[in-house]
């Protein structure tokens, strides 16, 4: 019983998802990445956060 249990709950658990979140300061949003399209707007979005700069 034990077992089924255990298998159970582990196959509940791998289908969820994980997300770490930490509390740090968005530094910049930008359309920019310049080994992709150097000088061109990116058509990805980048979002650089942490640091305290």
Do not use: K, W, Y
């Not at 998802?17 to 910049?28: E, K, T, Y």
């Not at 949003?29 to 942490?50: A, F, K, M, N």
């Amino acid at each position: 019983m034990l077992l089924v249990s255990v298998i159970t709950a582990a196959l509940a658990i791998h289908g969820a998802q994980a997300l770490i979140r930490f509390p740090c300061s968005q530094l910049v949003t930008e359309r920019l990445d310049p080994l992709v399209t150097p000088g061109q707007v990116s058509p990805h979005l980048h979002q650089i956060v942490g640091g305290n700069a």
